[in-house]
């Protein structure tokens, strides 16, 4: 009788999961996102990471609706996994829950927090938590908790209130033991393997900056 108490308690709990709503504000960012039919930009790339030197990159990037970002450049960049989806697409691609969390204060501003909880085991991630700026519809802060590449941290700039799409991108991670969560090369670049295969955990920020916006939109 106890098991079965159990089991309908357990399946009350995912139904009452599975019919819950996703937050309002997320889908009004995603639906203003969604408008966007492709753009392209100039992007400029700077690390911070200790055992990496490598002078400031440069690229165009292209990006259409329903397909990868393509780059453009003379030289072969770094590109962060986490950072240069702005559409949202790789936490919103399978099936998910939301939870508000409150209000959360960043300087002078409030904005919306809200969790993201992926329910399909095809998501690379476990847990997301983003901030919302409910009165400009966009997205200023994500922490996203990765199944295998650990923690990653991103902060979104915006140049002017009218814009969806960020001015500036800095994407904080932790390096753990020697896996670093991006893909590299250039010539330029230099790599300190001790300090790489040192002890203890590692951090590192890129910062992208994007300019020159060209964008195809439907609204």
Excluded: C
Aim: no cysteine; net charge positive; proline share 3%.
């Amino acid at each position: 009788m106890k098991k079965t108490a159990i089991v309908l308690l357990v399946q009350f709990l995912w139904l009452g999961l599975s019919a819950q709503e996703i937050d309002a504000d997320l889908l009004k960012v995603k639906n203003r996102l969604d408008s966007i039919l492709s753009f392209s930009t100039q992007l400029k790339l700077e690390v911070d990471i200790s055992f990496i030197n490598m002078p400031v990159k440069k690229a165009q990037m292209y990006y259409a609706k329903g397909k990868k970002v393509k780059f453009s450049t003379d030289d072969f960049v770094m590109l962060p996994k986490r950072g240069l989806d702005f559409s949202l697409n790789s936490l919103l691609e399978y099936p998910f829950i939301t939870v508000d969390r409150g209000l959360e204060q960043r300087g002078t501003r409030t904005y919306k927090a809200i969790n993201i909880i992926p329910t399909d085991k095809r998501a690379d991630f476990s847990i997301a938590t983003i901030l919302i700026d409910t009165k400009l519809k966009r997205v200023v802060e994500s922490e996203i908790n990765t199944k295998k590449d650990g923690s990653y941290l991103l902060n979104f700039q915006y140049n002017a209130d009218s814009k969806v799409l960020p001015d500036k991108v800095t994407v904080n991670f932790e390096i753990e033991k020697i896996r670093i969560p991006i893909n590299f090369m250039g010539k330029d670049t230099q790599l300190d393997r001790k300090k790489m295969k040192a002890a203890g955990t590692k951090t590192g920020a890129i910062y992208l900056t994007m300019s020159n916006y060209h964008i195809k939109s439907i609204l």
